[in-house]
């Protein structure tokens, strides 16, 4: 069987998952809360859109190891499902790779590394169906106050013909608990 470049991704997302997850059951077990733990923060996004026929949905947990007060390095997983009555539907699914540093308490700077599988299925046939791979490399400025930080953020990668975002500037909010 050959593996390919696509399949080999797939294997990292599977094999980061499966560390997630046996990360969470180990920290279950443990009576007392290690000292690893203390310094994981979870966060993430929930959006949710819909009218005349249009539904989108994603969810997007991640966490984030506080190295100190100042310095963060974290993963996250996208789901995403858009579809349009009639007309087509996509799912988004990915990982991506953060980091943050806040120079002062009230100001945040990320970079994120995002690489996204985008499959579009359309009904009628004037478009043809397209599953394929796009990254995103984002440079973010954002004002904090306590666990929560509100910004813009750049795509420095951004392709208009292949991006799951409109325009390569995009305003965020995050929180991390």
Known sequence: MKITKHSKLQYLFLLIFCIGISF???SQEAQQES??????????GIGLSFGDGFFSGTLAPSAIYQFNQDIGLG?????????LKNSYNSTILGASIITIYNPIDQLQVSGEFEYLNVNQRFENNSFA???????GLFIGLGYRSNNVVFGMRYDVLYNREKS??????????????
């Open 164 to 177: 799951v975002y409109a325009d390569p500037w995009a305003p965020f909010v995050r929180v991390f608990f």
């Open 129 to 135: 169906n397209r599953n394929y791979w796009v990254p």
């Open 35 to 44: 000292e690893f733990w203390k310094h994981v923060r979870f966060g993430g």
């Open 75 to 83: 993963l996250g997983l996208n789901g995403t499902y858009n579809s």
């Open 24 to 26: 969470q059951s180990f």
